[in-house]
């Protein structure tokens, strides 16, 4: 597709379930973020992919927390033993530069996926 | 200390009216680059126009405009002839260059609302 693809749109889980999150970034784009939005809140950065660098892993919240991006495409975030405060919205980005600067490094967002534990 | 600060939680406008959303910005580094993004109920991050720090006009993008005011590290987002459709929360952002993180920074955002 043209956007930037995220699936599930939403995902309800128990408390102590791991869960995955996927993110389809538009075609060509080198770096991939993954965000994530409580409720009324601004975006927290959790995790970057630029190439083939090591990702910068500093916003991860917890060790629960892990992300990996195959074949420079494809990003899945998966999070472990949840817990209700994961509850949230995670946003997958993706621009077509990471370093540079400008109009480039633009972020085109998914459409998130609304993560509930119950 | 916040790097990006909107300080109107919620605003109420009038159709057809303009309004302006504000941001302030910190940053020690002299490359940097702003955004605003419109993020609708539906939940994606729209893209709404982008202002470098060495930009010396104003960026504008349809009814969206930036009053970019660099001595004051504000980054005012106007949006002329406001429509129903607007409704929605915007967030601004910022970039630093070479002397800082390349991940964007996001404010928390502020809740629009247009009145018909």
């Known amino acids: 597709g043209a956007g930037v693809s995220q699936s599930p749109s939403n995902k309800v889980t128990e408390k102590g379930k791991d869960v995955e999150l996927r993110c389809d970034p538009i075609s060509g784009h080198t770096a991939l973020y993954w965000y994530r939005q409580s409720l009324g809140q601004g975006l927290e950065f959790l995790i970057y992919f630029q190439g083939n660098s090591a990702p910068d892993k500093s916003g991860l919240p917890s060790d629960r927390f892990s992300a990996e991006r195959t074949g420079g495409s494809v990003s899945t975030l998966t999070i472990q033993r949840t817990q209700q405060e994961d509850s949230a919205v995670y946003l997958c980005?993706?621009?077509?530069?990471?370093?540079?600067?400008?109009?480039?490094?633009?972020?085109?967002f998914g459409a998130g996926t609304r993560l509930s534990v119950l | 200390a916040q790097k990006i600060t909107q300080t109107q939680p919620g605003m109420f406008v009038q159709e057809k009216e303009a309004v302006t959303l504000d941001c302030t910005y910190d940053t020690s580094d002299q490359s940097y680059g702003l955004f605003w993004y419109k993020q609708p109920s539906s939940g994606e991050m729209i893209f709404l126009i982008y202002q470098g720090s060495y930009d010396e006009q104003n960026a504008t993008e349809g009814r969206y405009s930036l009053n970019f005011q660099k001595a004051r590290k504000s980054a005012n987002l106007v949006i002329s002839a406001s429509q129903l459709g607007d409704s929605a929360m915007y967030f601004c952002a910022m970039r630093e260059g070479r002397g800082g993180s390349y991940i964007p920074t996001f404010g928390r955002g502020t809740s629009l609302i247009v009145h018909p």
């Open positions: 980005a993706s621009s077509q530069l990471g370093l540079a600067g400008g109009v480039q490094n633009i972020q085109y």
